[in-house]
């Protein structure tokens, strides 16, 4: 404890396991220069009158109001930046589809630098005004406007993992919309994880480059494997879209005889820093292998309800030991609330657990043991998020970085029902995770900046 060390007094809560919750109720948190959680001091604690006489009347003292807690900042696993400027629209046309009439078209305009600051700029604030401390990006297949996200990343506070979007395979992308050849693909991608990694060296909360064949359908065999190549050589994150719909499950089985994970792990792009997008359609062998490599799913409860032709069966791929986060998938998913995505999430798999065909007897309609806990989906989108990542964020506990969203639940635009002085603390948490709105995120900080206050 020194003179940059800043204390928050307020009860928090946080992920104690995948099915409970963590109360620290009137704790004191103590933030070091860093930006880490140094310690955490209980109110029965010898330590506590005395932190509290030396900090109390200072300005590294700060004491929330009644009605605000403490949650930890959002890690969403999966945002297609570009795709923040459709959010909201062609939602009802397939996978493919989509993608050629409207995705690509618009990710293409990402060539222009200031159109790109532009979306760039409104969704970094936005996802931070939602809560999301760290996403993990998609950008586009070109490299400057991918590093513009990757700066305003760093500018504006938030820990981003940015990808250059590989597309390299001329017969399966448009020729408006892809990398030059494969040789370019590659050496683009090299010159931006090492433009990245120089960025990242002073920005505090850190900046990551991820290596990012957008999936198997868009990039050459020779592509796959020199990105496994980067990876290893640089020791990046990885990411991709994996197993997501019928026609590209099926597209990746027609051309390897295998399925993605398996396609993918022959190229060298799973492992514990890989983050595959969706995994709706993940056998038991290519489950066996996320789990043997520690590649993490990247689950999307929104966008699989548009795109995925399925409900993950996300109960059952979490008892097998793979780590499993929550996205957003903007656009394909239209919304930048992980929230929003935390309710889909137990939604939707109540749907899997009861079945949807009312004409079928209930023994016959769902998948018995699908059901997700709002405490699980809360899990999902703080801790799981953190370890898919390896990175010390998502929980409120020493050593993590101090990335908590405060919450007001007593905002006169949006006040949460709760009329009761003496309500129970845990279904404030659970009227906090169904009813917040973006009024109600009162400050976010990351890596202790504050980074949002309204
Ligand atoms: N598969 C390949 N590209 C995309 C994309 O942009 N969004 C989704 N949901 N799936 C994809
Ligand atoms: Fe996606």
Request: hydrophobic share 35%; charged share 20%; proline share 5%.
């Amino acid at each position: 404890m020194n003179e940059h060390t800043f204390i928050f007094l307020g009860t928090a809560f946080t992920s104690q396991s995948s099915e409970q919750i963590a109360i620290l109720k009137d704790h004191l948190f103590c933030v070091n220069e860093h930006g880490l959680i140094e310690k955490i001091v209980a109110p029965d604690s010898a330590e506590y009158p005395t932190l509290l006489d030396s900090y109390e009347d200072t300005q590294n003292f700060h004491r929330l109001s009644e009605g605000q807690y403490i949650l930890p900042g959002f890690v969403d696993l999966h945002v297609h930046a570009p795709q923040w400027a459709q959010s909201g629209t062609a939602l009802d046309r397939p996978l493919h589809d989509w993608l050629h009439t409207y995705t690509f078209p618009l990710e293409a305009k990402f060539s222009n630098l200031d159109f790109a600051t532009n979306v760039y700029e409104d969704l970094v604030q936005t996802l931070l005004n939602n809560g999301t401390t760290t996403a993990l990006y998609f950008a586009t297949v070109h490299k400057e406007a991918s590093l513009l996200l990757a700066e305003i990343c760093a500018k504006k506070g938030q820990r981003g993992l940015v990808g250059k979007v590989v597309m390299d395979d001329p017969e399966q992308n448009p020729d408006y919309y892809r990398d030059f050849d494969t040789k370019t693909a590659l050496k683009d991608t090299e010159e931006f994880i090492l433009a990245v990694k120089n960025l990242g060296e002073t920005v505090k909360q850190g900046v990551y480059p991820v290596v990012t064949p957008r999936f198997i359908p868009s990039c050459t065999d020779e592509a796959l494997k020199g990105l496994g190549e980067l990876a290893e050589k640089y020791d990046t994150h990885i990411q991709s879209h994996c197993s997501e719909s019928d026609w590209e499950h099926q597209y990746v089985h027609g051309r390897y005889g295998k399925n993605d994970a398996f396609a993918l792990h022959q190229f060298g792009l799973l492992g514990d820093k890989s983050v595959m997008a969706h995994c709706n359609f993940l056998s038991d062998q290519d489950a066996d292998l996320f789990a043997k490599t520690g590649t993490a799913i990247g689950h999307c409860p929104l966008s699989n309800a548009y795109f995925a032709n399925s409900v993950i069966p996300i109960k059952r791929f979490k008892s097998l030991g793979i780590d499993i986060g929550l996205g957003t998938d903007i656009s394909a998913g239209a919304t930048p609330s992980l929230y929003d995505n935390a309710k889909q999430a137990v939604v939707s798999s109540r749907m899997l657990e009861d079945g949807v065909n009312g004409d079928l007897p209930a023994t016959e309609r769902g998948v018995p043991n699908s059901r997700l806990t709002i405490n699980e989906a809360f899990y999902l989108a703080t801790a799981v998020g953190g370890e898919s990542l390896s990175l010390p964020i998502g929980r409120i506990e020493e050593n993590y970085a101090w990335d908590v969203q405060i919450i007001d639940t007593k905002v006169p635009t949006a006040r949460l029902p709760i009329f009761d002085p003496s309500e129970d603390l845990y279904d404030i948490f659970q009227k906090i995770i169904y009813n917040v709105r973006p009024e109600n995120i009162r400050e976010v900080w990351v890596q202790g900046e504050r980074v949002h206050s309204r």
